[in-house]
């Protein structure tokens, strides 16, 4: 099993970046999946979900209406398109997979069994 995101970088602040977490190695169409973040210092916190078929999806009040998360489990790849992009968001940014088959989301760390290495995002001028 294997989560691998890309797409992270330094920003300007309302700058944007899209990551991408490429699964392999488990059937992707069959797990819900996440966004994570942590900021040095910081507990990990969460930051989008969506599931299995990409009918259901939650996003955090602090990035709600600036990120989207999406998939297209024909690529095996959930995407979280981030606009609008502040310092405070600067954080690793993790994705992960739960197994699902629902309508639910998942939005707590412990819900999760896979695990990327994450992606550093850094929002500053």
């Known amino acids: 099993v294997q989560l691998v995101e ?18 392999s190695g488990f059937t992707f169409g069959n797990y819900d999946m996440g966004w994570f973040r942590q900021a040095p210092g910081k507990e990990r916190e969460f930051v989008a979900a969506i599931n299995w078929n990409g009918r259901n999806s ?39 997979a739960a197994m699902g088959g629902g309508w639910s989301v998942h939005l707590r760390n412990d819900e999760y069994a896979y695990w990327g290495q994450g992606t550093q995002v850094t929002v500053s001028s």
């Open 6 to 23: 890309s797409g992270g970088g330094l920003v300007q602040p309302g700058g944007s970046l899209r990551l991408s977490c490429a699964a």
């Open 58 to 96: 939650y996003h955090a009040d602090s990035v709600k209406c600036r990120f989207t998360i999406s998939r297209d489990n024909a690529k095996n790849t959930m995407y979280l398109q981030m606009n609008s992009l502040k310092p405070e968001d600067t954080a690793v940014y993790y994705c992960a």
